[in-house]
């Protein structure tokens, strides 16, 4: 009987070359180890580029990797100006594209992980497992399919690929899968003219509660002050209140700030109108072809056009199947972290600073990193996963004192009430919140182009 190959002479394999997969890289890199990135994309960040148009709510400063700056600078790499807020395009092209081509022959692209197991070891069997390496399968781009052996793996690819549905229980809602047609589940892009014509003039329902929503209320109301006739419904899941919008002038992150704001000014100038304690069960299509949203309340909207649906991510753990995950039944985080992040207990942004242990898994050498390691909750930031990243590429090559050493520190305002999935309550101070906030009295633009409501934006948790 055949040995399988030492895992100390194979590569960890990282799944996804998106901000924290490529960040994960070059720590491994710099620490001598051997790396592969799988990417399903054609390029580097593929989800990143999918959301290119949205301006984040975070500086240069706070979007890139140590590591990866010394891995680019020695490429000659010429930073960013640290104070500005770049798109997701321009987060592409001035650092994760030039990051990914760094690397050079470690990251493969057109390359889709279909599942991750232990060789010769399916889930059940505890002899030997883990002493075998990892075997990760894909599918290549021209459907080939190809079996890669691993020490490690460190799953980053993220929640993008998931979106949540607009049925209040967390499944879609009857006859939303019929309506697909007039349903959107991203941020619309009004500038591509196609796109835009199909909101002009028209009455769009907004479901969600979070940044994304923020971000295409702005963008509606935008729109609206151009063609008459343009109207957002926003239909939330909790109630209306001065901390619904963030944490306005008070945010840490002002550009996230701004973005509460701007859907505050949206409700405030008449270019949306607000749906309180709605949670869709039904999505009905009118004589006229136009749906109508029915909550299970009973309660029937008026007719809209169109419905963008915002409620959230959730992690694919589809190809993961033969893995011993330890996760939270809640929010399907790793259990450890899972208490830290929990928005049943923590309205704002605190987060303990957690590295390779908050990390593990039963399966040992493996780990989710970035928003993919905060399954359903939505306080992600970039800097989080970096800080992950290090910690595992330290604890992989052995040294635990590095790995152990993790030091983050996040702005604590601005995300009071979690996604609006938790609670009724107008205020999340009621429900146990830890910090809210005061209402927003003024609106703060963010970007250069006067008129451009996606200048104002969050990240979608990439």
């Known amino acids: 009987m055949s040995s399988p190959t030492p895992a100390t002479d194979l590569p960890v394999v990282v799944v996804g070359a998106g901000p924290v997969g490529l960040a994960a890289a070059a720590h491994l890199a710099e620490r001598g180890l051997p790396v592969r990135v799988l990417e399903r994309g054609a390029e580097a960040a593929q989800a990143v580029r999918e959301w290119g148009h949205v301006r984040l709510f975070s500086r240069w400063a706070e979007l890139t990797d140590p590591a990866a700056e010394?891995?680019?600078?020695?490429?000659?790499?010429?930073?960013?100006?640290?104070?500005?807020?770049?798109?997701?395009?321009?987060?592409?092209?001035?650092?994760?594209?030039?990051?990914?081509?760094a690397l050079?022959?470690?990251?493969?692209?057109?390359?889709?992980?279909?599942?991750?197991?232990?060789?010769?070891?399916?889930?059940?069997?505890?002899?030997?497992?883990?002493e075998r390496p990892f075997t990760v399968?894909?599918?290549?781009?021209?459907g080939r399919e190809e079996r890669v052996r691993a020490r490690a793996v460190?799953?980053?690819?993220?929640?993008?690929?998931?979106?949540?549905?607009?049925?209040?229980?967390?499944?879609p809602a009857l006859g939303e899968r019929t309506a697909a047609d007039r349903l959107a589940y991203r941020v619309p892009d009004l500038a591509d003219p196609a796109v835009r014509a199909r909101y002009a003039g028209r009455r769009t329902a907004v479901v969600g509660s979070g940044a994304s929503a923020f971000t295409a209320l702005a963008a509606l109301a935008e729109l609206a002050r151009d063609v008459p006739g343009t109207r957002a419904v926003w239909v939330l899941r909790r109630g209306l209140g001065g901390a619904t919008y963030g944490g306005g002038s008070a945010d840490q992150l002002p550009?996230?700030?701004?973005?509460?704001?701007?859907?505050?000014?949206?409700?405030?100038?008449?270019?949306?109108?607000?749906?309180?304690g709605f949670r869709t069960e039904a999505v009905e299509r009118a004589v006229d072809g136009r749906l109508v949203l029915v909550g299970d309340d009973g309660r029937r909207l008026d007719p809209v056009d169109e419905v963008i649906v915002l409620t959230g991510l959730r992690p694919d753990l589809s190809f993961l199947a033969?893995?011993?995950?330890?996760?939270?039944?809640?929010?399907?985080?790793?259990?450890a972290l899972a208490p830290e992040i929990d928005p049943n207990q923590h309205s704002c942004g605190t987060v303990r600073p957690h590295g390779h242990r908050e990390l593990a898994h039963p399966e040992a050498d493996f780990y989710l990193a970035g928003q993919k390691s905060y399954g359903r909750a939505p306080t992600f930031l970039a800097l989080t996963g970096y800080e992950q990243v290090r910690s595992i590429a330290a604890a992989l090559a052995g040294d635990t004192e590095a790995a152990d050493r993790v030091i983050l520190t996040l702005p604590e305002t601005g995300v009071c009430g979690g996604p609006g999935l938790l609670t009724d309550s107008a205020n999340p101070q009621d429900a146990g919140g830890c910090c809210g906030t005061p209402a927003p009295?003024?609106?703060?633009?963010?970007?250069?182009?006067?008129?451009?409501?996606?200048?104002?934006a969050v990240v979608p948790r990439p």
């Open 154 to 171: 460190i799953d980053a690819s993220g929640t993008w690929s998931l979106p949540a549905p607009a049925g209040g229980n967390g499944l």
């Open 255 to 276: 550009a996230r700030g701004a973005l509460g704001l701007a859907a505050k000014a949206a409700v405030d100038d008449g270019h949306a109108e607000a749906v309180t």
């Open 322 to 335: 033969e893995l011993r995950l330890g996760l939270d039944e809640r929010l399907q985080a790793p259990a």
């Open 441 to 456: 009295q003024q609106l703060l633009r963010i970007g250069t182009a006067a008129g451009d409501a996606t200048e104002a």
């Open 137 to 142: 399968d894909c599918v290549t781009v021209d």
């Open 70 to 101: 010394r891995l680019l600078t020695a490429a000659g790499w010429d930073a960013p100006d640290p104070e500005a807020y770049p798109t997701g395009a321009e987060w592409v092209s001035g650092y994760l594209q030039p990051l990914a081509d």
């Open 104 to 130: 050079g022959a470690a990251v493969t692209y057109g390359t889709t992980v279909t599942g991750v197991s232990r060789a010769g070891r399916d889930r059940v069997v505890d002899e030997g497992r883990a």
